[in-house]
């Protein structure tokens, strides 16, 4: 992993580790979570020292994103190449069930809603959204909005080809955002002050920034190749749990 100051955007040393692909922070800040996708595990790292402290292997092939519920208890991770999502205990960093999805595709993206009461787990190739009952590890809904690619806003929001936001409840697309020209929105993040929502644009090697209360595009702005994700630092929070800018 490299460290990188914030404040200079420049690398500020490396920190070895066993197949690095995501990290999260668990919601008490005690541990880091590299996902070792390839490997099938979750290796919990000291906060501070940033040394190995439990690698716990998980029955899910291309064990992906994750995220925590809302009192820091347990974690839902996708399966990308498993059809399934695991729920993995925090105190004990313990395994404590796994849940096929309906209907099958490749789920990525995991994110709770706001009230903290689902998770939405974004599927790229079933097109549509599960939604997860995390304390009785149930699919409670499928929300079929638009070809998903991957990513969420960092409230819960599914983000598509063409931008489409989702009702938790209904399940229903209330709205739609479509941007001019050429697009692939990817992951993204929406400023402090909610009014932009700023997406890497994957496959057009742009970033996109986004009127969020009418989702008129601002700006698209050229960057290097492929830009996979984008971080927007600082967010509101008393603390990071990783990923693209995910704070609590």
């Known amino acids: 992993m ?114 903290g009461t689902v998770f939405y787990v974004a599927d790229m190739k079933a097109g549509g959204v599960h939604l997860v009952d995390g304390e009785n590890l149930r699919q409670i809904g499928f929300a079929k909005p638009a070809k998903v690619r991957m990513g969420f806003m960092s409230v819960g929001i599914p983000v598509c080809f063409t931008p489409r936001i989702v009702e938790k409840e209904a399940c229903n697309v209330i709205r739609k955002w479509q941007l001019p020209g050429k697009a692939s929105p990817d992951m993204g993040g929406v400023s402090a002050d909610g009014k932009v929502l700023w997406l890497s644009g994957r496959f057009n090697s742009e970033v996109y920034a986004i009127d969020t209360s009418d989702g008129k595009l601002l700006a698209r702005i050229p960057v290097g190749r492929e830009p996979h994700g984008l971080c927007v630092y600082p967010q509101p929070g008393r603390y990071s749990l990783g990923h693209t800018g995910i704070f609590r």
Not at 19 to 24: A, E, F, H, S, W
Not at 39 to 59: E, I, Y
Request: hydrophobic residues 35%.
């Open 2 to 115: 490299t460290r990188v100051d914030p404040a200079t955007g420049k690398p500020d040393g490396t920190i070895p580790v066993s197949d690095p692909y995501n990290m999260y922070y668990t919601p008490d800040g005690k541990y880091a979570i590299v996902v070792a996708e390839r490997r099938q595990q979750l290796n919990f790292l000291d906060a501070a020292s940033m040394k190995l402290s439990h690698s716990l292997s998980v029955p899910c092939k291309g064990v992906d994103h994750m995220d925590f519920s809302a009192d820091g208890r347990y974690l839902i991770a996708s399966c990308e190449f498993g059809m399934a999502v695991i729920k993995v205990g925090i105190t004990q960093q313990e395994f404590l069930g796994r849940m096929p999805l309906e209907p099958h595709g490749m789920p990525q993206d995991v994110k709770l809603s706001p009230d």
